[in-house]
């Protein structure tokens, strides 16, 4: 084979590699040969003026493609560039159809873009040129994962928002003529945003993120702790212990105590961040009003009735009266049988060794029972029996105890307050953004 045929089989290689033909390689050449790529085109369809003046205008068009959520605050995104504009140096009347210039060997004048933040990979553009028109297309492809940024007050209800910034180093304007969404529809639900190009071209994404997992591990169980401790402070009742004269409620302190650890271990789930956010507002609230919750069980003891049924045990036709309890605020009713009821005794009791029907009618029983209910609002009624001395008579003590007024209107105070605060709350979130 001739040297000659080697030289020209190399070179057809070549074209073909880079994707020219033989036409197009022989034209660039011959045009790069005076070519400085360090003057910028003057043609003038690229100039505009304006009332700010005259610029060299750079058509940009974007194409969202891809912009993906992968963590708490940040996106993944893919955008398409493409910058247009005219060099009267690049006209080969010889070609008409389009083709790509390879920028590793024809390395026209271009724009110098700049990305903010800048991506993971390094940028390598595409360049078109219309051959009959001097018309360059440069094509960028940005793909990379950006961070986004919100209002920390507004956890777990705030909007994310991911800033894409491009521009140019040089003096030449560039104006965004057009944009296209080519997501699919699952980034277009979830994903939005705008595009600006004054001062500079500017992509904003935004997106909330799902607030739904909060709700369910922190407002719901906050809420329910705080329900239960109200409903154990309203309906349980305070016991009298037996050596002293005294109210304990074990049972509501442990419930409140319990309560507050809860809260407590909730609260320390929070993120780490300096800044109190609508979530750390929601739990302190809580906490306070539990806390008040406990301190009113605590100072405001439950109103207590005790009522004390007389029954005859010796059949003497004489009733003695166990004296009732008249502590503090506490209202007592004494009832005594006029006539024994022979046919229904409660309960048997021995006293000096054999037994003595307890006598004493069943209706007498519980229209004390029935009264004390309708009258002073009883919610619970406990029954025993007292065998004392041996030479003692038995007797029935009828015990209630009922929630006091002043602790009646303390916790209807707090929970007023508790649902004032959670109607502010609601609104507070469904004005913000």
Same mark, same amino acid.
């Given at each position: 084979?001739? +040297?000659?045929?080697?030289?020209?089989?190399?070179?057809?290689?070549?074209?073909?590699?880079?994707?020219?033909?033989?036409?197009?390689?022989? @034209?660039?050449?011959?045009?790069?040969?005076?070519?400085?790529?360090?003057?910028?085109?003057?043609?003038?369809?690229?100039?505009?003026?304006?009332?700010?003046?005259?610029?060299?205008?750079?058509?940009?068009?974007?194409?969202?493609?891809?912009?993906?959520?992968?963590?708490?605050?940040?996106?993944?995104?893919?955008?398409?560039?493409?910058?247009?504009?005219?060099?009267?140096?690049?006209?080969?009347?010889?070609?008409?159809?389009?083709?790509?210039?390879?920028?590793?060997?024809?390395?026209?004048?271009?724009?110098?873009?700049?990305?903010?933040?800048?991506?993971?990979?390094?940028?390598?553009?595409?360049?078109?040129?219309?051959?009959?028109?001097?018309?360059?297309?440069?094509?960028?492809?940005?793909?990379?994962?950006?961070?986004?940024?919100?209002?920390?007050?507004?956890?777990?209800?705030?909007?994310?928002?991911?800033?894409?910034?491009?521009?140019?180093?040089?003096?030449?304007?560039?104006?965004?003529? @057009?944009?296209?969404?080519?997501?699919?529809?699952?980034?277009?639900?979830?994903?939005?945003?705008?595009?600006?190009?004054?001062?500079?071209?500017?992509?904003?994404?935004?997106?909330?993120?799902?607030?739904?997992?909060?709700?369910?591990?922190?407002?719901?169980?906050?809420?329910?702790?705080?329900?239960?401790?109200?409903?154990?402070?309203?309906?349980?009742?305070?016991?009298?212990?037996?050596?002293?004269?005294?109210?304990?409620?074990?049972?509501?302190?442990?419930?409140?105590?319990?309560?507050?650890?809860?809260?407590?271990?909730?609260?320390?789930?929070?993120?780490?961040?300096?800044?109190?956010?609508?979530?750390?507002?929601?739990?302190?609230?809580?906490?306070?009003?539990?806390?008040?919750?406990?301190?009113?069980?605590?100072?405001?003891?439950?109103?207590?009735?005790?009522?004390?049924?007389?029954?005859?045990?010796?059949?003497?036709?004489?009733?003695?009266?166990? +004296?009732?309890?008249?502590?503090?605020?506490?209202?007592?009713?004494?009832? @005594?049988?006029?006539?024994?009821?022979?046919?229904?005794?409660?309960?048997?009791?021995?006293?000096?060794?054999?037994?003595? +029907?307890?006598?004493?009618?069943?209706?007498?029983?519980?229209?004390?029972?029935?009264?004390?209910?309708?009258?002073?609002?009883?919610?619970?009624?406990?029954?025993?029996?007292?065998? @004392?001395?041996?030479?003692?008579?038995?007797?029935?003590?009828?015990?209630?105890?009922?929630?006091?007024?002043?602790?009646?209107?303390?916790?209807?105070?707090?929970?007023?307050?508790?649902?004032?605060?959670?109607?502010?709350?609601?609104?507070?979130?469904?004005?913000?953004?």
């Amino acid at each position: 084979m001739r +040297p000659t045929a080697l030289l020209c089989l190399l070179y057809w290689t070549a074209a073909v590699c880079q994707g020219l033909t033989i036409v197009e390689r022989n @034209e660039l050449s011959r045009k790069f040969k005076y070519y400085f790529r360090s003057v910028r085109p003057v043609g003038t369809e690229n100039i505009v003026s304006n009332r700010n003046g005259t610029f060299f205008s750079i058509k940009t068009s974007v194409h969202i493609m891809e912009s993906t959520p992968i963590a708490p605050t940040s996106l993944i995104y893919t955008v398409y560039i493409s910058m247009t504009y005219s060099d009267d140096r690049l006209i080969l009347r010889e070609l008409t159809d389009r083709f790509e210039v390879p920028l590793t060997e024809f390395d026209p004048w271009r724009p110098r873009l700049s990305i903010s933040p800048p991506p993971d990979h390094p940028v390598d553009p595409s360049l078109f040129l219309s051959p009959n028109t001097g018309k360059i297309t440069i094509f960028y492809k940005l793909k990379s994962t950006i961070g986004c940024t919100s209002r920390s007050w507004k956890h777990p209800f705030e909007t994310l928002t991911c800033n894409l910034r491009f521009d140019n180093i040089g003096d030449e304007l560039i104006s965004i003529s @057009e944009h296209r969404d080519l997501r699919s529809e699952s980034d277009v639900d979830l994903v939005a945003f705008e595009i600006s190009d004054l001062p500079s071209p500017l992509i904003v994404f935004s997106y909330s993120p799902s607030w739904l997992p909060t709700l369910v591990s922190i407002y719901l169980p906050s809420a329910i702790i705080f329900a239960v401790v109200f409903f154990a402070q309203w309906k349980r009742r305070k016991v009298q212990a037996k050596p002293k004269n005294m109210n304990v409620s074990s049972l509501q302190v442990a419930v409140t105590v319990t309560a507050l650890i809860s809260l407590m271990i909730l609260f320390s789930r929070r993120d780490d961040t300096k800044a109190v956010n609508l979530l750390d507002l929601w739990l302190c609230a809580t906490f306070m009003h539990t806390v008040f919750l406990l301190v009113i069980d605590l100072t405001l003891p439950s109103r207590r009735i005790r009522y004390t049924l007389m029954l005859d045990v010796d059949g003497n036709g004489e009733y003695r009266r166990v +004296p009732s309890i008249d502590r503090g605020a506490s209202t007592s009713l004494d009832r @005594e049988m006029s006539s024994p009821s022979p046919r229904t005794s409660f309960s048997q009791a021995r006293t000096a060794e054999k037994s003595s +029907p307890i006598l004493g009618g069943q209706r007498a029983f519980l229209a004390v029972q029935k009264y004390a209910v309708k009258r002073f609002g009883t919610n619970s009624v406990e029954t025993k029996l007292v065998n @004392e001395k041996s030479d003692a008579p038995i007797h029935r003590n009828i015990q209630t105890s009922s929630i006091g007024m002043r602790k009646r209107i303390a916790l209807a105070v707090v929970l007023s307050s508790y649902l004032i605060f959670c109607l502010v709350y609601f609104f507070i979130i469904a004005s913000i953004d």
